[in-house]
């Protein structure tokens, strides 16, 4: 997506494989959630960005995800217009992830 970071999903792996503080942030729907999450993401769904966009930390790397990008990227270019925070999208959403074979956990169960 045109001026935002990105990450695909070995990237990410790696990333939270090495330790680095990530805070993994769910923008999807809460009965698309229902199906599963990345182990260790936080829900918040889109349409609270704005209530909640300066509670967001400007000292560790925020990753967002949804579905298939789109909404994490909408996430991502509205943090940076607003506050500066240049957060970084999950190419391909969890679709990607998925399909990459990486683990997907029920919400309850993370």
């Not at 967001?56 to 909408?74: H, N």
Request: charged share 20%.
């Amino acid at each position: 997506m045109f001026g935002i970071r990105e990450v695909d999903a070995a990237g990410l792996q790696k990333m939270l494989d090495s330790g680095e503080k990530v805070r993994l942030i769910d923008v999807r729907s809460a009965s698309e959630v229902a199906q599963g999450i990345i182990e260790g993401s936080e829900f918040m769904p889109l349409h609270t960005l704005p209530l909640r966009m300066n509670d967001l930390p400007k000292d560790e790397t925020l990753v967002f995800y949804c579905r298939s990008g789109a909404r994490s990227a909408q996430a991502c270019m509205f943090l940076a217009q607003n506050t500066g925070i240049e957060a970084v999208n999950l190419r391909g959403g969890i679709i990607a992830w998925y399909q990459s074979g990486m683990k997907v956990v029920l919400p309850n169960a993370a």
